[in-house]
């Protein structure tokens, strides 16, 4: 009779550590779950900043104003703490003399470059003035 009287303890202990695996994966699931929420979000914000930056050179190329290298200082809003540059080139056309044709790359990053939050996102438009 003395030989069973340990079985309970030793049955108890595994249902316990089986419990505390269990609670550990779920709390990992969770996590990992917010991080690609919060992941997608700015990956979302990273292209809305690139697509202003995007409108933004084609203001300039309106204006007859091409730069070659420029920054678009974003301050407010949910686009706060982006960097945006907007670059320009003026590519050799064929139009004559009354249309100039702009190419505009827009590069948006947030965070530190090898960290998990950082996101880059670059958009490219061809724009012709008459």
Known sequence: ??????FSLI???????????LGAFAVSISLSQQQTGNL???????????RAGIEYGAYLAST???????PLPLAGGALN???????????PTNHGTSHF???L?????????GTPDFVS???SLTVTTP
């Open 11 to 21: 049955a108890v202990i595994f249902m316990i550590v089986v419990l505390a695996a």
């Open 64 to 70: 007859g104003t091409c730069v070659a290298s420029q």
């Open 1 to 6: 009779m003395s030989r069973q009287r340990g």
């Open 121 to 123: 996102r670059t958009a």
């Open 105 to 113: 790359t827009a590069t948006a990053a947030s965070g530190t470059y």
């Open 81 to 91: 703490g982006f960097v945006v540059t907007v670059k320009c080139a003026q590519p």
């Open 101 to 103: 044709s702009y190419v």
């Open 40 to 50: 997608a979000l700015l990956e979302a914000r990273t292209a809305a900043a690139a």
